[in-house]
């Protein structure tokens, strides 16, 4: 995990020196084909061109309807410097979508809003990987920046396509909510798999605390500080798109956002909870292998206690004195038995008033 | 415990990919009879319509006077729906109410209030279970859905029946007082309960700090985050009603409603000394856990260092060297028994100015 | 000290299912006689009626002049009910005096001001314990109602009854500065035996860590952890009191406040510097444990190492064997003797360089 | 360290009991002379009265020109109170004067402002001790009031006298600001030394870590409690007299006021840094703790592990049975010290493996 | 480090007595020759005095276009107090820029801004150094001030010198921006070292948890408090010169300050997000410790009680008794031989239960 904390400041000051407004890209992809797709839509009809280029774009570009411009893959940078100029995007945020290290942020411009959020999607079953989204929403057009993968935007598309419900009645705005509602409940996936990991631990830290807990405790905590990290900011994003501080919102769509507003704050308090009981299993951890070190230490306790004065009588007797009247005696050796068997038996009952047996 | 936790995110993404509003019940329940009951009443008349169904509430919902609309059991997601269109609920509201891991909020519409809270109830005698519960208060009525067990609203429907006093000569809005405070209650016995178990702790954590101490401290630690969650957003939403913020609240009884806050204040309050509690109890018991290897070690350290040199002496004269002129002498063996007893005394003294013994 | 943490909630709870408004007494006290003293005094005169009933009450609360109405003990919820309705106290108001497990709070009413505050008072040399004060403040009467113990009024009546000053001059307002002072100055003497209690255990931890500094660093915390639940909230409520928010305080009165929130001020200062000196005071005990447990452990390691290589070459020419020329040598033992001491000698230094002696 | 905490509490609780405004002197110096000085100047003169008495203050206060009066020494109350009464100041105040444990604060009253300040100062070469300054600035006038020592002073004195620059042309208001200036320097040189001290523990932490160490830091620890419970509320009050409140003070000494509200920011922050060394450098300890005795517990082990299993053989053939085939052997001998050489180096090698040599 | 820390109250303290507006320079450079150079710029020109001296100055202040002056090294007083009294800054301010221990802030004058920032270099490829750096905002001319080395300002040189773009283009204070810009853009690689730093430790704690890894976490500790100290306040400096509170600044360049700001919240979250992992990674160490020294513990206990027992019985068959009957049965050994290898199995098998081996 701790690759993407670190490689996010790495790639930061592989830019600097160079005048601001510069588009570099920053993330770690080889230039390969970025992939461009348009979807134009409106109540009535819906038209995807997939796999498209900047001439569809200038041409989809003048029509009326509503459009939504996806490209997924930012190492063709001229491609999207291209847009962003024919779209009449800021050059600082033409910079920002090519930077991918950002934190979840909104920005407003004349004509448009840019929003910067984290998409986090599960890997294996027990990891996730992150890719930054770049969201711009102008009057009627909506586009969307992804670094490797965009099905986290299928079951949007889906909707758009089949249902000709609000999504395709309302306007770009409410095709925002849809896109951040649907990034959003990814997120609910990504806690499900770390609630399950703190749950297996819970159930081994207590039964056999190996140290190889301490090590998936450590990894919970440095998902949870990466994942705070990447998802707080967004609540305070998203609270400014439902408090009807930007002019392209609806009030319609506010209701919306409100309850992805919620989902988002449900998810802080989640965040908070699971750093809260990774703590508490440190602690049962680090008891649990201190009670097993004071049971070792009482085990090797009570067997030293019991034999090494035994031993010392022994060798007490193997001593080669010319003159030990007791070695004469017949009954000497039985008594020194007896004497051997009462001091072990008044140990073991020393130990167990101790409460150590 | 945990189990709420986990159940609740994983709830959650089992409904990623669907349109927002579209009605799914994320409880546990399996799709029994969902009990609906129907009190009408003023000032003067109580009628209960108990396993009411939708013409029941067809019909009673014309007529004048106050109504409280109460259903049990969230499975029959058709007849909610039925209500909730028959009401003029938005769909997103009828969305929240059948999504059951919700945390406590209030939201405003047009004509109506939607509240959600967690009704908290003892299980056993050292735990608890949780369920939502949705209220909806319009001018005149008053709707609450309920998980499983409506069994913490008796005592107001008791006082609504028998009693002539404010609760029947005021509105709906006090009715919602009623019922929020009779909730409230119920929070007082889960830190009883919990207060209780802090006790046992600390009495047996002095006298004998085992290990299942620690597990029960996580135990607690665990609840404590639990409630804290489900409690403290409903100060929040209290205050609110308590203010003036809402038409549909009456100032008399946002008077009892500041009553309700001083209560939610009080109990988090306890959630925060109790947790406070319970980390100097934790504390206590790594540092008992601490004092007894400590006195382990002592005893150990006292038998071995009286012993082992004892037993090299005697392991000395058991040598079996064919000179060694100290075995001829006749004394040799007292005087060599008397350097022991010396060399063990000392000892003795030495740990007696350690303190050890 | 946790009776009072527990017992708190553990009797609001007995109230739950009653309809709010309902008076019921849920200190612990049997319903013994409470005593009621009324007096009335003036700039001129100073009057004094002790273990009066209502009549009295009804007789005296008709005159001119301010007055000063006391109730100590709670459990005669008649003659309380009765003078609440007197006096037109509101039913919440006459619910909550009974109630004594509030936290310090002020309210508004529409001629009145309640105020509830903590009386703490020193109980033998180290303790404590705590009642609930009411104050109600009308225009020229003041109540108070105590649960059991009314001397830390006495000072305010000793000087309402002989000192001509400011006490008898100002109005009702400066009879509640007065008595709020004299709480006040009573938490002081807390803090100054909760600082003498820290100073012995800072004396004894660094020259003796015993097991019940560890017990007694705890039950500091817990009485901190009460005290401030009981005195922080005043602060407040004080505040609230020193800045015009309530007509019925004189603006000269008010300057008199702005002192008493000072000292509260200081006090809750004085809390946080008592937690952060316990919990400095809990790092030494615990890290005074560890150094003793490394010096017997050193102990023991000093012994052992430099007696169990002795003992094992005492044990080898100790051996049965026929044929061991070296035991037929006369210089043999003293060799081996040499070699030993050389051995232990080795060790000594070895121990030297590693600063273990 | 530790009497300042308490002392501070332990007088407040003596003075309960008395009306408020009666003027007792709290802190623990005896009845002796306190000095009194009046310095009159203006631009072009300067004249000090030193050893003064309530004659000269009367005849010196009725002149022109501005004017310091300063007390060292608060046991002669009746002076104080003489100077407070001739001066128009509240009871309150002159209460507050006397009484040597508040908390730094500002207070405005009609015809002047009223603040308490902590004075410093270093004491030996490590430990440092306090005192309360009480200041008063009237439109022309500055009255002083120390505990026993007015040191920190004398480098404005001397300015005042010598220099005529700003100090002589600005208003008393510029004197006040001249005054807290010094009082601020006095500071930095008191976490120059605890900046030392934290240096001093950081070089022998790592080298040995000593329990000595260990009360070193809880005493820094302590030290840095006292010192931001005396300073921080200073920097509040110094950020009011920047910033326009009182009348009494000139736009131009806000702009100074403003540098000396910087410097105590920037304490502010040196105490938060110096607490988070000061917690970093315990837990080094604590673990330097622990890899000592993980270093003792290795030796121990490591000697135990090689020679108890050769002594037990050494004493299976020191065994007297009269069948024992081996011990007739003219090899066995030998082959018994090989055996015993090979398992030596076997745990040798063993030990090498895991590290542990 | 430390050092940074000590000397900065250290030289603080050198000052106090002097009246407030001295200046005096607090670094710890030897009095060397301080480089002055001016740049003169506008849309069309470019021109560079290095090595200039104060006639240059000047000379160069009186006529049209933008000028940047820069001093690298704050010996020399006497040139720096000439260019401050020639520009018109106050004396206050030409105080603070020769006392290089403050924090980053930002002062508004009449007619100019004066900022305090820190400009943090990496040295070796480990640590880092940090100067302070003064600049002053007048409409047409920025001062620079710095203590040792202006290599951080080159990439800004170059491109005022080559390129005709927006630096050449924008007023002053572009400039201002593009300087703050290009030290924001090192404090990146700062954070890059110390991540890997972090990686390192990450990768050998759970490997081998040797000592110098706590030394190591407590270094990067102590860099992330001072990195915080110098790198925060920053933050609060840039919102100010982003959100419009300065005239000098341009709506324009506001837009860029935003950008810096953002970096700047990054790199706060960044600070407590290594904070975070450190915190993780010392749990993590300790508990290695702990794990480490029970396994010592287990092969110590292990060792010690299969053999202890053996060795007893071993020394009881070597005493010298007379009459000792076992000794004379011939199987008498062999069975000793075989009941010593019955109880080294049974205890093999009970810590193979134990799961300690």
Known sequence: MSKYMISRTAKFSSKSGLPPGTPVYT???????????IICYDEESYKEKIEANLDDFRE???????????????????MISGICSLSGIHPLTSEDILSTHQRPKIESFDDYIYLVIKVILPENNRGFYSEQASIILFKDTVFTFLEYDDSVFEPVKKRLEYSKGRIRKNGADYLIYAIIDSVVDEYFKIFEIIGDRLEEIEESVITSPEPDILEEIYSIRRDLIYLRRSILPLRDVVAGLSKGEYDLMDANTEIFMRDVHDHLTQISETIETYRDLA???????????????NEVMKVLTIIATI????????????????????????????????????????????????EWL
Chains 1, 2, 3, 4, 5 share one sequence.
């Open 307 to 354: 034999f090494i004065p035994l031993t010392f009588i022994a060798g007490l007797y193997g001593m080669n004195f010319n003159y030990m009247p007791e070695l004469e005696h017949p009954l000497a050796y039985p008594a020194v038995l007896v004497l051997m068997a009462a001091m072990a038996i008044a140990m073991v009952i020393y130990f167990r008033k101790k």
């Open 279 to 293: 703590a508490g299993l440190l602690d049962i951890y680090l008891s649990g292998i201190s009670n097993r070190m």
């Open 27 to 37: 993330g770690d992809r080889t230039p390969e084909d970025s992939l461009l797709s």
């Open 60 to 78: 989809l570009s003048g029509r009326a309807g509503k459009r939504w411009v996806n490209i997924t893959g930012l190492a063709n940078t001229q």
